[in-house]
Structures are given as C-alpha cells and as structure tokens.
Nanobody, 127 residues
Framework: QLQLVESGGDLVQPGESLLLSCATSGLTLGRYSIIWFRQVPGKEREAVSCISTYDDSTYSVDSVKGRFNISTDNAKKTVYLKMNSLTPEDTAVYYC????????????????????WGKGTLVIVSP
C-alpha cells in the first residue's frame, strides 16, 4: 500500500529544534523523491526541502537553508527533516510528498505535481 505518514510535530519555543519523520510504504527505493512542504492556514503551500533516493541529491529553499537538514534512512524507509533555530515564522502544518520518478532534487522538482501526500503534522513555534 502506497502511504506516507508524518510524525514529530510539536509545540516548541523559538530557537529550539525539532525532528520530523516521514515513514514511507509501498515505494521503490531509487525511484522517488520526498519533498517536505509546509502550509499556514490561509496561505499558499510552500515547498521546503527535497531528497532524492535516485541519486541522494538534496535541495532546500533559501528560507530554511542552513537551518533545516533533510536525510533518509533507507533501511527504515523513513525521511527526516531536522529543523534547527526555529522561529515563529516556521509555524505550519508540515507535509511530506513523494514524486515517483527517477530524478534529482532541484528547485524545479519542487514545482512538479506530487504523486502521493501524507496527512501532515503540526509544528508550532511560540514563546
């Protein structure tokens, strides 16, 4: 069964860190990329970071570059998003999505139509 399940969302204070997980099932290693998105109610969904299981390439948008790190544990079939130095502007529902084509991660892939979505996990950054 094709499925993505996010976890790890929480309420944290500014400056703290958080680790999000995206557990995958039914996907073929080497033939998909996982992209983390986030969305604030009333605002457009924003792509954050991408990792390709095809060539292990990664890409992050400028607003999180240097603070967020995306990684994968292929044995566990899980993709992680480690978020550091969190600010209130990072508050959002975070979703992971899969693009099931062999491709490298880059800024253009973030705009492609995703093939599979998780249900999201809520991150709140507040004093």
């Amino acid at each position: 069964q094709l499925q993505l399940v996010e976890s790890g969302g929480d309420l944290v204070q500014p400056g703290e860190s958080l680790l999000l997980s995206c557990a995958t099932s039914g996907l073929t290693l080497g033939r998909y990329s996982i992209i983390w998105f986030r969305q604030v109610p009333g605002k457009e969904r924003e792509a954050v970071s991408c990792i390709s299981t095809y060539d292990d390439s990664t890409y992050s948008v400028d607003s999180v570059k240097g603070r967020f790190n995306i990684s994968t544990d292929n044995a566990k079939k899980t993709v992680y998003l480690k978020m550091n130095s969190l600010t209130p502007e990072d508050t959002a529902v975070y979703y992971c999505a899969a693009y099931t084509v062999q491709a490298a991660c880059n800024k253009w892939l973030l705009n492609y139509r995703m093939d599979l979505w998780g249900k999201g996990t809520l991150v709140i950054v507040s004093p």
